[in-house]
């Protein structure tokens, strides 16, 4: 009987911590405390209260990395607009080669720059959408070619591609339609080949296939990179993690948010 007292009074504590032991890391909802005990309803109330504070301080820090980055854009574009004509006053005239280096080196620095800023707007945009339950209801339930996404995103990298003696194409695609965000979609394909040209030495390869797969569409990316160490996948979408580069005076220039990002629109979108 006492046994069976003890069982009956920790049943409320045993969901309490069934609700926590299933939450995802971003999940800072409160717990319900409907049907506790008295003697438990405080803590878990408290434990509420810890949750609001935690999300309204990280609300607050999306804020500021979403503006902070919204308002590096003004002038890093002046920046570089103005590179740009020091570029053209260059090359119509002599200039030492010094010059034409530094200049160089300045356009390279400001195009990072860039792509850093367009990554932290788009990894606080969609921190704030999973918090609040994923996509919108119409991006849900849009047909999107599959296929013409990856077509898309070939040829945006294929300069990236040229410069590295990257053979870049598709080895194989089927007219492939899937449910998603098109936006996210493309977001996602430019991420991950993007990731692949980076990291593959010169005169690789990187292969895009779209195929159905299971009555699943399926994305993949293959290069003919040295992959991943093992020591390294436990941190693979870490944020601003990046992996080691394949030639060591060719390391790559990214931010180390490709695959954070990447893996965040999976979450949102509901696939793997």
Do not use: C
Not at 68 to 89: G, K, N
Not at 110 to 118: G, I, Q, W
Not at 255 to 263: C, Q
Request: no cysteine.
């Amino acid at each position: 009987v006492g046994l069976w007292l003890v069982n009956r009074a920790l049943r409320p504590l045993r969901r309490v911590r069934e609700q926590v032991a299933e939450r995802r890391a971003d999940d800072l909802s409160p717990i319900d405390d409907s049907a506790l005990p008295d003697e438990i309803r405080p803590v878990i109330s408290e434990f509420n209260g810890l949750l609001a504070r935690l999300k309204s301080a990280f609300d607050t820090q999306g804020r500021f990395v979403a503006d902070a980055a919204h308002e590096l854009r003004t002038p890093l574009t002046a920046l570089r607009l103005q590179i740009q004509s020091l570029a053209r006053q260059i090359d119509g005239r002599a200039a030492d080669d010094g010059i034409r280096l530094a200049v160089g080196r300045v356009s390279d620095g400001l195009d990072r720059a860039t792509r850093l800023v367009d990554q932290l707007l788009t990894l606080a945009r969609e921190d704030h959408r999973r918090q609040s339950g994923g996509v919108d209801e119409a991006d849900a339930t849009t047909s999107v070619a599959l296929d013409a996404i990856a077509r898309e995103a070939i040829e945006a990298l294929s300069d990236l591609a040229v410069a590295r003696d990257i053979d870049l194409g598709l080895a194989a695609t089927e007219p492939v339609r899937v449910i998603g965000d098109r936006h996210a979609l493309g977001m996602l394909a430019r991420n991950l080949v993007d990731n692949a040209i980076k990291y593959t030495p010169r005169g690789g390869t990187v292969d895009v296939r779209v195929q159905h797969v299971d009555g699943r569409g399926r994305l993949t990316v293959e290069d003919s990179g040295p992959g991943v160490p093992p020591s390294e996948l436990p941190q693979l979408f870490d944020r601003f993690h990046r992996g080691t580069a394949p030639d060591a005076e060719d390391r790559p220039t990214g931010s180390g948010l490709g695959l954070t990002i990447s893996a965040n629109l999976l979450e949102l979108m509901g696939s793997k």
